[in-house]
C-alpha cells in the first residue's frame, strides 16, 4: 500500500489521511471517539496517539492476564495476580475531570491508556519522541514530570 502524504519542514513525513497509519480497527466506532479533534495531529508519523491505538488495541485482542502482569513486572518490578480476564478493562484516550474535593484550580486530564482490574486502576501516558510539559496549565509550580 502506497502511503500519500509529504514531509514536513521538520522533516517529519505527514500522512494525507491519519488512517493511512492505522493498522487495526481503524474504522472503529471507538477510535473516532479516541480520535476527537486530533485528527491533524494524528497524521504525523511520530503520533503518540497513533503508536498508543495501534500498540493497545492489538494487545486487548490477547488474553490480558497474559500482558498486563508482564508489563506491571517491567514497569514496577513486583509481580501482580490477575484472577479473571473479564474483570480487565482498557480505555483508551479518556477525558477525566478533576475531583470534585480539591481547592485548587485544576483542568481535565487526558489519560492515553487506562488499565482497570479490581483493586486498580493503572494510568500510562505514552510517550515516543516528544516529553512531558514542563509546567501545568493552572499552577506554574506542578509538572507532569
Known amino acids: 500500500m ?3 502524504g509529504k514531509v514536513s519542514k521538520a522533516g517529519v513525513f505527514i500522512f494525507d489521511d491519519f488512517r493511512d497509519q492505522i493498522i487495526i480497527d481503524r474504522y ?4 473516532e471517539s479516541f480520535i476527537g479533534r486530533k485528527q491533524d495531529q494524528m497524521r504525523s508519523k511520530n503520533s503518540e496517539d497513533v503508536i498508543t ?3 493497545f488495541r492489538t494487545l486487548i485482542q490477547v488474553d490480558p492476564v497474559i500482558w498486563i502482569s508482564d508489563l506491571f513486572r517491567r514497569s514496577f518490578g513486583e509481580p501482580i495476580r490477575i484472577e479473571d480476564r473479564k474483570d480487565v ?3 483508551l484516550g ?3 475531570a478533576p475531583p470534585s474535593g480539591i481547592t485548587w484550580r485544576e483542568g481535565w486530564s487526558e489519560i492515553d491508556v487506562i488499565v482497570e482490574w479490581p483493586g486498580h486502576v493503572w494510568y500510562i501516558e505514552a510517550k515516543y519522541t516528544s516529553v512531558p510539559f514542563g509546567v501545568c496549565s493552572f499552577d506554574q509550580y506542578r ?3
Do not use: D, G
Open 94 to 96: 479518556k477525558s477525566i
Open 2 to 4: 502506497e502511503c500519500k
Open 53 to 55: 491505538w495501534n500498540c
Open 28 to 31: 472503529s466506532s471507538v477510535l
Open 143 to 145: 509538572s507532569e514530570k
Open 89 to 91: 478493562q482498557v480505555t
